[in-house]
Every structure is written in structure tokens, then in C-alpha cells.
């Protein structure tokens, strides 16, 4: 089963992408908005068949799908929500699931080898066998390592990016299949599927530390961005298992119902967790409210397989960040568009403090990306920060006021833009220095 978020920090809309569809017919992905009570399903896309592995490029902006059957990758534009390209595979790839790099260069495909995908081109560039069977793929969060489950050895390859060669093979337990490495990049859990357990590896030796008894048939494992917990899928005792990964013991056990979970993934804000369903007479993705967890909402997808979500712009999360209002008006040409944005945010206590004046700032809204380089705002008498000029053809203006302790509204006007493919719900993001967030509004659009 697949399924990627797109992850988003705190009170932000991360989407989750859902793999869905039978072994024979036309596959799709479903794509779920996170922030709305309770999650629903915005659009669903036409890709390859019976698509399995999913994940989203670290930007946002695109989603690669393993379409086992038809032999290829899908990539999904985020923004408009279509397929923009359509990768072939050698034959008999067979496309199990995949894995962007953390720096977006690259796509990490398993299927009877791993194969390198080019994401500047969408071409494969290499080819690296490894174990018998492989299933799950994860790197660590510097991009040096990615980590192969091989569920024909009861090993895990860990292959060397920078060479795309094989490093290590670490013994694991019986059939692995997910695999996760936590935000620190110091461990790796992986779930051994016939082994009812999971396996935890040290990254700095590659050597196994724990052996972590779990539920029956576990396969799916995602970890909380604080890395304190890890979510585990155990497929026939439909539960999920619960590891505090600093007594590596499980410490709650989830019942899902009789969903047979398959997949996880967990949201940016580490609030809630996404759980894909192997019943194919039952349909819907259970979220699990990691604060209590319990079973919050159920969305209905039906044959869903795998989840991801969309990773949040680079930099310290926002503690909060929404979009109060977007206005888009599409011209006659092209690069005629125009847009206003009021949005609001507010630092995290630990985040570095900005400065908008020496600090660069980018802004994404839906199709539409710039960065205001450092040096491009004043400081006003009022506090305020100002900018009003061209960018690349472009007339802007912002402005980001300060309204209370750690609290600032965003706001950006824009003319002379291309938001060619924009449409709701629309994306935004906004990196002020090393402070980043992320979000989704409705907006008015007019033609």
C-alpha cells in the first residue's frame, strides 16, 4: 500500500497522497487535505496501474508514484494536480516503492533492484542491485545513506548515495518491510513482517541494537518529527504499535478496526498519523490523533495502498501559519496574473529570530515561486518590513508586520505573475531566513 505526506508544520494544510486502485485496472491517487474537520479528499488523479510506492520531492512540488503493473513512475505536479510525466522502467522492474532524497536530486525506485532516478530530467541513471526481494527504501535525513529492506534475505542494504553502491548489509529479522530513520539520522527501525518485531539499527556502525516486539505482521513504520515515537502497522491484529523510541519498548497498542493497516505516514506537526487500509472490502484511511492515540476521523478512499505527505519548506517550522485570504486573477496572457495575500504567522519560542532586511525570503503560491534576496526590504519606523519593486519580471509588494510577541502578518500583492495550473485548494509557503511555513486557502479566483 502507498501513501506520502507532505508535511507541513503546525496549524499548516500538508496533503497526503494516497495510492489506490486494483491489481488489473486503472490506478489513481487520491489527494487528502490534512487541515480540514474532518480530512477529505480534494482530487483524485489517473496514474499507472495498480501504483503501490509514493512520495513527494522535499520542495513540495512534485510527487513520484511506483506503478507496479504498468511497469512505471507517475509524477504528480503538485500545484495543478496532474500527471507531468510518465517514466518507463526497464522491463520487469516491477515498481514496488520509492524515495526522494532529502535534497530532491533524486528518486529512489525498489523494485527487483533499486533504480536512480534524475528528477531534473526524470530519467534513470543507475542501477544498484541489492538484496533478494527488495521492499522498503529511506534515507537519512543528510541524503548519505539510503536504507533497502530485503524481504527474501532478512537483511537491509545500505547503499552510499554519493557512489550508488552498496556499503553494508545488515542482518534484520524475518521478511522486512517499512523502513524508517529518525530526524537525527542515528537510527533506523524497520519492520520484519513474519518476525512480528521490529529491528532497530545504528546508523554509525550499521550494526542492529534492539529487537523490538510488536504486533502480528507489521509493515508499515513512520516516525514522529520529533523523533520521539515511532507508528508501527501490524497487519493482522489490526493495530498500530506505538515505540518510544527512547526505551525502544512500545508503550501504546491502537486498534484500527478491521482495516488490515498497511501503511503510515505521519503529519509535519507530529499531530496526527495516516493509516492506509489493505481491506479491499473496506475502504478508508484511519487518522490517529497522536496525543491521545486514538481514532480521530476515517476518509474514504477506497482500494488505498500506500501515504505520503508533503514535507514542509526547509527551516524551522512556524509554530502557526494560515493564509487569511487569497485573491488570484488570471490575465489574457500568460504572465499577466495577479494576486493578494493576507496571511499570519507565528515563531516558535526556539526558532532564530528575522530579520527581513539581511535575510532572504521566499514565497510559493501555487504555481508561482520568488525569493526576495537579502537587502530587499527596509525597516520601517513603525516596525514593519517593506518591499515594493520587480522580481524577474515581476511587480511585488510586501510587507511583514509584527502584531504581538512572536506574531507577524504577511502580506503580498503581485502583478505581472504566471499561476498557470493554480487552483484550489491553493498551496503556500513562506521561508523568512531560517523559519519556514506552510499552508493551504480557498481562494477567490476570477478569469
Same mark, same amino acid.
Given at each position: 500500500?502507498?501513501?506520502?505526506l ?34 477529505s ?27 507496479f ?87 537491509v ?23 524508517a ?5 542515528? $537510527? ?8 512480528n518485531?521490529v ?20 509493515s ?16 493482522s ?33 507530529? %499531530? ?30 477506497s482500494?488505498? $495502498? ?35 495575500? $493576507? ?5 516558535s519560542s ?17 504555481t ?14 513603525d ?26 502578518t504577511? $502580506?503580498? %500583492?503581485?502583478t ?28 477567490e479566483?476570477?478569469?
Amino acid at each position: 500500500m502507498g501513501l506520502a505526506l507532505a508535511a507541513c508544520p503546525a496549524e499548516a494544510a500538508p496533503f497526503a497522497y494516497v495510492t489506490t486502485g486494483g491489481f488489473d485496472g486503472a490506478g489513481s491517487v487520491s489527494v487528502i487535505d490534512t487541515a480540514t474537520h474532518p480530512p477529505s479528499v480534494v482530487v483524485t488523479v489517473p496514474v499507472g496501474t495498480f501504483p503501490q510506492g509514493v512520495a513527494v520531492t522535499p520542495d513540495g512540488k512534485h510527487v513520484y508514484v511506483a506503478n507496479f503493473n504498468s511497469n512505471n513512475v507517475s509524477v504528480i505536479e503538485t500545484a495543478t494536480n496532474t500527471v507531468v510525466a510518465t517514466i518507463a522502467l526497464p522491463v520487469g522492474t516491477f515498481p514496488i516503492n520509492v524515495a526522494v532524497t532529502p535534497d530532491g536530486k533524486h528518486a529512489y525506485v525498489v523494485g527487483n533492484t533499486v533504480l536512480v532516478i534524475r528528477t531534473a530530467t526524470n530519467t534513470v541513471v543507475a542501477s544498484i542491485p541489492v538484496g533478494p526481494s527488495p521492499f522498503g527504501v529511506a534515507f537519512t535525513p543528510d541524503g548519505t545513506h539510503a536504507y533497502v529492506t530485503n524481504m527474501g534475505s532478512t537483511t537491509v542494504s545500505v547503499i552510499a548515495t554519493a557512489t550508488k553502491t552498496v556499503v553494508a548489509t545488515v542482518p534484520v529479522g524475518n521478511e522486512p518491510f517499512g523502513v524508517a530513520v529518525t530526524p537525527d539520522g542515528k $537510527h533506523v527501525y524497520v519492520a520484519n513482517f513474519f518476525g512480528n518485531t521490529v529491528s532497530v539499527i545504528r546508523t554509525a556502525t550499521n550494526t542492529g541494537v534492539a529487537t523490538i516486539p510488536v504486533g502480528t505482521n507489521p509493515s508499515g513504520v513512520a516516525v514522529t518529527p520529533d523523533g520521539q515515537y515511532a507508528y508501527v502497522t501490524n497487519q493482522s491484529d489490526n493495530t498500530v504499535s506505538v515505540i518510544a523510541t527512547a526505551t525502544k519498548s512500545v508503550v501504546a497498542t491502537i486498534p484500527v478496526g478491521l482495516i488490515i493497516p498497511d501503511w503510515v505516514a505521519v503529519t509535519p506537526d507530529g %499531530k496526527h498519523a495516516y493509516v492506509t487500509n489493505g481491506n479491499p472490502d473496506i475502504n478508508g484511511v484511519s487518522v490517529i490523533r497522536t496525543a491521545t492515540n486514538t481514532v480521530v476521523a476515517t476518509v474514504p478512499v477506497s482500494s488505498n $495502498h500506500l501515504v505520503a505527505i508533503v514535507p514542509p519548506p526547509p527551516g524551522v517550522p512556524f509554530l502557526a501559519f494560515s493564509a487569511t485570504a487569497l485573491d488570484i486573477a488570471f490575465g489574457a496572457a500568460p504572465n499577466d496574473d495577479s494576486f493578494n495575500l $493576507h496571511s499570519q504567522f507565528t515563531l516558535s519560542s526556539t526558532a532564530p529570530a528575522i530579520n527581513p532586511v539581511t535575510q532572504a525570503v521566499t514565497l510559493q503560491v501555487g504555481t508561482f515561486s520568488t525569493t526576495f534576496p537579502p537587502g530587499s526590504f527596509a525597516k520601517q519606523l513603525d516596525g514593519s518590513f517593506t518591499f515594493a519593486g520587480v522580481i524577474d519580471g515581476v511587480s511585488l509588494k510586501a510587507q511583514i508586520r509584527p502584531t504581538g510577541t512572536l506574531q507577524y502578518t504577511f $502580506h503580498a %500583492k503581485a502583478t505581472g505573475a504566471s499561476l498557470t495550473g493554480t487552483k484550489n485548494p491553493v498551496y503556500v509557503t513562506l521561508t523568512i531566513g531560517g523559519d519556514s511555513g506552510a499552508t493551504s486557502v480557498t481562494a477567490e479566483i476570477s478569469h
